[in-house]
């Protein structure tokens, strides 16, 4: 089955023909029918067919706002003068075609004046075949086609072979192509341009840079003139070249640029996240080392109340020693008052004052024995407690090592970037250097053309003289004999 867009365009170009009262062609009805069931649109093939001006005119309309074609072809159609102008007149608003091909139509003046307008008003052909007409024949015609061709900005293929074009189309059409910067490749074989068109052409290569294609064999025009057009042209292709690759190797050190911008923004960003996780793992480890202070201090607090009670104690042992000593003296006193109540109640009063006396004795050693190893066990915290000074400080240094780090590789980033700019300028002047040597030799190189065409000048000259002093002479003989 058709696509709708096709089946549309047929039965338009019918309508179309009927409403002008002519019967629509077979062969383009076939050739519309060819194209809906081949390549469901995109390329419109007529070549060949013998279109009336009818349906030149039916398709100039159809074709004004279609959207399907991109290919065109109507070469050796036999389109008449006005045929091919109703035509183009439809194509030159279309925005989609790009290839167009009127090869073999016969077209003449008024054919060069339509083209001209078409070239002058689309906006999306990129290729034109011309081959086989007549364009060239009248020079004001021809002057509204190069007119036309000045103005496109779309066009990059061009064939004008065989089209009659003479020394002053050369120079109407390179006059164009001093303004058209799009166009390039140009077929100019097989025309009549001679030497002053051969000139025209070489002098519009001097402005024309992207021309990079141009063929001129079959136009009677001398070969060092085609030689030096040539090399133009290799110039063209080399400065192209060139300039891509320049286009190239910038987008590739931008690249490079790039990517090393990225990655030491990476690593700039781990590193901080390293110093962020430290810094995290540093208050983690300075609040657990802060939690135990607190509770080697509260254990140092509940070991001095300790002491302090031990201390209390042995204070109330003491008075209690103080206390029993001043019994014992007042026993004494007792015993020296109550010495006639026998000598076993004193030997009681000593056995029991000394039981006393070892008891106390005892409890003196324990709390001795207590305190000192609370003094060990305060010794061995404060010892702890140094250690982990010593830590907090060994992280504190940890630290500033770490900013030093950072601080020395953003400056290394710093010195790539600038080692980065710098090869970017020295590739910078490097292309200048080879443009500005590339001008030189050209330069140089139309100079020693200009020098060989003055050259070959003077030699004309020379043998048209010479062979005028020949005829003169033989005319004189003639003359004499007579």
């Given at each position: 089955?058709?696509?709708?867009?096709?089946?549309?365009?047929?039965?338009?170009?019918?309508?179309?023909?009927?409403?002008?009262?002519?019967?629509?062609?077979?062969?383009?009805?076939?050739?519309?029918?060819?194209?809906?069931?081949?390549?469901?649109?995109g390329r419109l093939?007529?070549?060949?067919?013998?279109?009336?001006?009818?349906?030149?005119?039916?398709?100039?309309?159809?074709l004004q706002n279609d959207v399907t074609f991109t290919h065109v072809t109507l070469n050796d159609c036999m389109l008449s003068e006005e045929g091919s102008k109703l035509l183009l007149h439809g194509l030159r608003s279309n925005s989609v075609i790009k290839h167009l091909d009127l090869k073999g139509n016969n077209l003449?003046?008024?054919?060069?004046?339509?083209?001209?307008?078409?070239?002058?008003?689309?906006?999306?052909?990129?290729?034109?075949?011309?081959?086989?007409?007549?364009?060239?024949?009248?020079?004001?015609?021809?002057?509204?086609?190069?007119?036309?061709?000045?103005?496109?900005?779309?066009?990059?293929?061009?064939?004008l072979r065989n089209n009659q074009i003479n020394h002053t189309g050369a120079e109407e059409l390179s006059m164009?192509?001093?303004h058209n910067f799009t166009l390039q490749e140009l077929d100019l074989r097989w025309n009549n341009m001679g030497l002053l068109g051969g000139r025209a052409m070489l002098s519009c290569m001097e402005t024309n840079r992207n021309l990079l294609k141009l063929e001129l064999s079959g136009n009677n025009i001398p070969s060092d003139i085609l030689k030096a057009i040539e090399q133009t042209v290799e110039h063209n292709q080399e400065r192209q070249t060139l300039k891509r690759d320049t286009v190239n190797q910038?987008?590739?050190?931008?690249?490079?640029?790039?990517?090393?911008?990225?990655e030491k923004n990476k690593q700039f960003l781990n590193l901080m996240d390293t110093i962020d996780q430290q810094k995290e793992e540093m208050?983690?480890?300075?609040?657990?080392?802060?939690?135990?202070?607190?509770?080697?201090?509260?254990?140092?607090?509940?070991?001095?109340?300790?002491?302090?009670?031990?201390?209390?104690?042995?204070?109330?042992?003491?008075?209690?020693?103080?206390?029993?000593?001043?019994k014992a003296q007042d026993l004494e006193k007792l015993l020296s008052h109550t010495k006639q109540t026998g000598t076993s109640m004193r030997e009681q009063q000593a056995k029991?004052?000394?039981?006393?006396?070892e008891e106390s004795a005892s409890r003196e050693a324990k709390l001795r024995q207590e305190l000192a190893s609370v003094h060990d066990k305060n010794l061995y915290y404060r010892s702890k407690v140094d250690e982990l000074?010593?830590?907090?400080?060994?992280?504190?240094?940890?630290?500033?090592?770490?900013k030093q780090e950072l601080t020395d590789t953003g400056a290394e980033l710093k010195i790539r970037a600038m080692q980065a700019e710098e090869l970017l300028e020295a590739e910078k002047k490097r292309f200048r250097q080879s443009r500005d040597d590339a001008v030189v030799l050209h330069q140089k190189e139309v100079d020693h053309v200009a020098r060989l065409l003055e050259d070959s000048e003077k030699a004309t000259q020379e043998r048209m003289q010479r062979l005028e002093v020949t005829k003169l002479g033989l005319e004189e003989v003639r003359a004499t004999s007579t």
């Open positions: 089955m058709g696509t709708p867009e096709m089946d549309e365009l047929q039965r338009s170009y019918v309508r179309l023909c009927h409403e002008r009262g002519s019967e629509p062609q077979e062969a383009v009805l076939r050739q519309l029918e060819g194209a809906r069931e081949t390549a469901g649109g093939d007529l070549s060949t067919q013998s279109l009336s001006m009818d349906s030149c005119e039916v398709l100039g309309i159809l003449r003046a008024e054919g060069a004046e339509v083209l001209g307008k078409f070239l002058r008003h689309n906006s999306s052909l990129i290729s034109l075949t011309l081959e086989w007409n007549n364009l060239g024949m009248l020079d004001d015609a021809f002057s509204m086609f190069c007119d036309g061709l000045s103005f496109n900005q779309t066009l990059k293929k061009l064939d164009a192509l001093k910038r987008q590739i050190l931008t690249k490079e640029v790039q990517s090393l911008k990225q208050n983690r480890s300075n609040r657990t080392t802060t939690l135990r202070l607190g509770k080697l201090q509260e254990a140092l607090e509940d070991r001095k109340s300790v002491v302090n009670s031990l201390k209390s104690k042995l204070q109330m042992t003491e008075a209690n020693l103080a206390l029993s000593q001043q029991e004052l000394r039981k006393e006396k000074e010593r830590r907090c400080k060994a992280q504190q240094q940890q630290l500033f090592d770490l």
